[in-house]
């Protein structure tokens, strides 16, 4: 019964794995793609019109 307790933990693990691969690849793309893509074009345009902040000067 030692090879079922040795076994057993990767088994598991390669389950839960394909599981969180398939989730992954089915929420790629679909309806939701749509929201997604507009939600990064304007974070990206929120942080590219934001005004720079002034670095700090050094007196050298």
Excluded: W
Excluded at 35 to 60: G, I, Q, S
């Amino acid at each position: 019964m030692d090879y079922v307790s040795a076994l057993l933990p990767p088994v598991v693990m390669a389950v839960f794995f394909i599981g969180v691969i398939r989730v992954i690849v089915k929420t790629q793309g679909g309806a939701n793609k749509t929201k997604e893509d507009a939600a990064v074009d304007a974070a990206l345009a929120r942080t590219e019109t934001a005004p720079a902040a002034a670095a700090p000067k050094t007196d050298a």
